[in-house]
T-cell receptor
Framework: DTGVSQDPRHKITKRGQNVTFRCDPI?????LYWYRQTLGQGPEFLTYFQNEAQLEKSRLLSDRFSAERPKGSFSTLEIQRTEQGDSAMYLC??????????????FGQGTRLTVV | GEDVEQSLFLSVREGDSSVINCTYTDSSSTYLYWYKQEPGAGLQLLTYIFSNMDMKQDQRLTVLLNKKDKHLSLRIADTQTGDSAIYFCAESMNYGGSQGNLIFGKGTKLSVKP
């Protein structure tokens, strides 16, 4: 396994356009997380999934944002009608949570979004 | 509310020890973490400590936890130029012990001078 993979690595889009990012977690990891990191800040939690169920959404996740994990494996994060304030690094992480074992979160390298 | 605070910058000479400090507010956090981020790279987990421990040592890294003061520190012994990066302190949101629901500090930029 090569770790958490995110695609694309960079995205430049015009304001008002929709964008979609993909995250492939470490296989067998049942939890998947999305974070946003703006310049000079630490990552901020957006949402997470347990298998295909979205269990928590931050208030940072406006109604222009939607995340899915339809088969409990890869996930997509879509931003509709992008705004300049959406420019950030979007990080994905995965972990395993079980009855007798749980692992730390492993992060991908992120997708850097620039809205012009 | 929940918050994690760190100093923003630290500069040391190669070979010296570095100590990065962090304070947190949520006393119910199960785990506390140190992540490293190099330019253009994702977050790399360095080490973590369970909340019922006072200290954890892993090669050049020593983590100290003072639960009473809600203070966490990371000591890097024999700091090398390759240790130059941003170091993030994070606490778990304690959602059933999940290790991925995290609150991060703003990061401490460590500069190592030769």
């Amino acid at each position: 396994d090569t770790g958490v993979s995110q695609d694309p690595r960079h995205k430049i889009t015009k304001r008002g356009q929709n964008v979609t990012f993909r995250c492939d977690p470490i296989s067998e990891h049942n939890r998947l997380y999305w974070y946003r990191q703006t310049l000079g800040q630490g990552p901020e939690f957006l949402t997470y999934f347990q298998n295909e169920a979205q269990l928590e959404k931050s208030r940072l996740l406006s109604d222009r944002f939607s995340a899915e994990r339809p088969k409990g494996s890869f996930s997509t994060l879509e931003i509709q009608r992008t705004e300049q304030g959406d420019s950030a690094m979007y990080l994905c992480a995965s972990s395993f949570q079980g009855f007798q074992m749980n692992t730390e979160a492993f992060f991908g390298q992120g997708t850097r979004l620039t809205v012009v | 509310g929940e918050d994690v605070e760190q100093s923003l910058f630290l500069s040391v000479r190669e070979g010296d020890s570095s100590v990065i400090n962090c304070t947190y507010t949520d006393s119910s956090s199960t785990y506390l973490y140190w992540y490293k981020q190099e330019p253009g790279a994702g977050l790399q987990l360095l080490t973590y400590i369970f909340s019922n421990m006072d200290m954890k040592q892993d090669q050049r890294l020593t983590v100290l936890l003072n639960k009473k003061d809600k203070h966490l520190s990371l000591r890097i012994a024999d700091t090398q130029t390759g240790d130059s990066a941003i170091y993030f302190c994070a606490e778990s949101m304690n959602y059933g012990g999940s290790q991925g629901n995290l609150i991060f500090g703003k990061g401490t930029k460590l500069s190592v001078k030769p």
